[in-house]
């Protein structure tokens, strides 16, 4: 069974989170859970929209003629079960019809604000509420991308492109010092080979080389034996690590 809460307690939060501050601070601040603030505002547009309706009729049957009546901000928050701030940014948005410092044409604002409520409850997105919630999910899916891609390269599941850059520079180039000492190595253990022979054979190495620089296109290996590193990119990228 549901719990129930005393009704005084339901203004206070409702009076709460209309003064803006979010369901989840009024859920801290009265010791309510969450889904009740919740669910109790998403019955506060239909709610207010039926006594404010109540408040026009009776109004309508006390005074004929209701186009002269003016009432304060305060006036307007008590009928409205809103608060003043509320009545403030309703009058800044054109929500309800002021006509003077802190005077407000009852009827109009009645009116005015009756259809406000008929967009909210109507899910039209009469109040921003709908893009504010769908902005506030998107920067929560940014946020929590960053954070895990952060999480990620701490641990070293991923590391920086220009990491992996130079490690594989270091790499290329120890294979290619490796390659050009062969025939050097080869003259010693075989004498009887020519200069140029010798020279063909460090020919083919250094030829061999270049290919491979080129395939790769990350490294490529000159002709008298330079070592031409790639130029690092200014983005800062991660890849994956196995």
């Known amino acids: ?21 979010s369901r989840r601070e009024a859920a801290r601040h009265f010791g309510v859970s969450a889904s009740f603030v919740v669910k109790l505002m998403q019955k506060a547009p239909v709610e207010k929209l039926t006594r404010a309706k109540k408040a026009a009729v009776a109004l309508e049957e006390a005074a004929p003629d209701l186009a002269t009546i003016v009432v ?18 309703f009058s800044e948005r054109g929500i309800i019809d002021r006509v003077g410092r802190n005077r407000f044409a009852l009827q109009r604002s009645v009116k005015l604000y009756c259809e406000h409520l008929r967009a909210v409850a109507a899910g039209r997105g009469g109040d921003g509420t709908q893009e504010l919630t769908a902005e506030r999910a998107r920067l929560a899916r940014e946020q929590a991308d960053a954070t895990a891609l952060k999480n990620a390269v701490a641990r070293r599941d991923l590391v920086q492109t220009h990491e992996v850059e130079r490690e594989w520079v270091t790499v290329c180039r ?16 075989l ?6 022979d010798v020279e063909q054979i ?28 790639p130029s690092s990119s200014p983005e800062t990228q991660a890849v994956g690590v196995d």
Request: aromatic share 4%; no cysteine.
């Open 1 to 21: 069974m549901a719990k129930s809460y005393p009704p005084d307690l339901i203004a206070k939060v409702r009076a709460f989170v209309s003064a803006g501050n």
């Open 202 to 229: 460090s020919r083919e190495l250094r030829l061999a080389l270049t290919d491979i620089g080129k395939d790769d296109g990350s490294i490529a290996i000159a002709e008298e034996g330079g070592v031409v590193e």
């Open 191 to 196: 004498p009887h080979l020519t200069s140029f």
């Open 72 to 89: 304060s901000a305060s006036d307007l928050a008590e009928m409205f079960g809103v608060s003043r701030r509320s009545v403030s940014e």
């Open 174 to 189: 120890k294979i290619r010092n490796a390659v050009l000492a062969v025939p050097s190595r080869v003259r010693q253990t």
